[in-house]
């Protein structure tokens, strides 16, 4: 493996099939991209013209911190070259394991990659998957957990990822939750910014300035900016933890996330000219907004949103029976 990383710093140009992607190295690649004021220079392009990076200031070896940036500036994970190299077999086990017998040889696989870090989360994965499948044992979710510890501790932002939701989903430590979230971020994994938001507004309330903060960070690096818009503006019109409900602050941030098309945000907005709360009552142009949100829902009918950044579909239609009840006031 140490050949590879030799014959990449030279400028050899060095392909590796993951099983999934083809990735060439190319030391020519000279763009630079910065996510939340870390630099990251490419190292590595598949045929769809993704890249991966490294950040800057770390030399690069087998194992360091590798990443895949989409468009929109997110890390979606990290990992490294010996995982990539290490992928297709990876793949053919956790397969097998995925059909019975072999998942009693975990210890094995465990040893087998214990070089590899980054390989690791991939076993600790499947063990974790077996226990909701009765194909594991609760020796084997110990065994997953302490694995998804030991990477997260070394900075592996998926496995950081995984026991935050262990946390919340098995145990409800709060606290826990919001350190691996956080760490998630630290390491790269910029997704778990709207995770923890998210948890902080409906689980921990009391904490609501640590969710305002991951908010801002949002919207001021661009990461799911219309939803980060849209949650604030939910805060302050409600007064979630303590926060003062500012109607008309509450209502300029959804304003906001309407403008960037997020549709939600363009019902709510109806509804405040509706009740005439943060904005003067209006029920033409509430009508009208409700109208526009309920053709944008239909449009995205069955499909995820891009730009409003909403984990489910909306269903069609999804505004019928305020635009019947907002017309009956208007006498139409």
């Known amino acids: 493996m140490t050949e590879i990383i030799t014959a990449i710093l030279n400028g050899d140009k060095i392909s590796i099939d993951d099983g999934v992607d083809v990735w060439t190295f190319d030391k020519t690649q000279q763009h630079r991209k910065e996510v939340m004021g870390r630099q990251f220079i490419p190292i590595a392009a598949n045929m769809d013209q993704q890249y991966l990076y490294r950040l800057e200031a770390d030399p690069l070896t087998i194992n360091t911190r590798i990443y895949l940036i989409d468009e929109r500036g997110i890390a979606l994970h990290n990992f490294s070259i010996c995982e990539l190299l290490n992928k297709k077999d990876l793949f053919k086990i956790t397969s097998k394991m995925r059909e019975g017998e072999e998942i009693k040889r975990y210890r094995s696989f465990i040893e087998q990659y214990a070089q590899c870090p980054g390989s690791l989360y991939w ?26 510890k030991d990477l997260a501790e070394k900075g592996d932002a998926r496995a950081c990822h995984e026991l935050a939701n262990h946390y919340y989903f098995n145990t409800s430590e709060r606290d826990e939750v919001i350190k691996w979230r956080t760490r998630a971020i630290e390491e790269g994994e910029t997704a778990d910014l709207k995770e923890l938001a998210d948890f902080i507004i409906d689980e921990y309330p009391d904490k609501v300035h640590l969710a305002l903060d991951t908010l801002h960070t949002m919207q001021q690096n661009n990461i799911n900016t219309a939803w980060a818009y849209w949650k604030e503006g939910h805060i302050y019109m409600t007064g979630i933890g303590g926060i003062t409900p500012d109607p008309g602050h509450g209502f300029l941030l959804t304003e906001k996330a309407s403008g960037l098309g997020h549709i939600v945000a363009k019902s709510d907005l109806a509804s405040f000219y509706f009740q005439g709360m943060g904005v003067a009552k209006d029920l033409h142009t509430a009508l009208q907004l409700l109208t526009e949100a309920n053709e944008a829902s239909k449009k995205v009918h069955n499909q995820y949103m891009d730009l409003a950044d909403e984990e489910e579909p909306m269903e069609e239609g999804d505004f019928e029976e305020q635009i019947a009840l907002i017309k009956k006031e208007l006498g139409q």
Not at 124 to 141: I, K, N, T
Request: cysteine-free; hydrophobic content about 40%; aromatic content about 8%.
């Open 123 to 148: 076993i600790a994965l499947e063990l974790s998957l077996a226990v909701y499948d009765e194909r594991g044992s609760e020796e084997m979710d110990k065994e997953s957990q302490q694995l998804f």
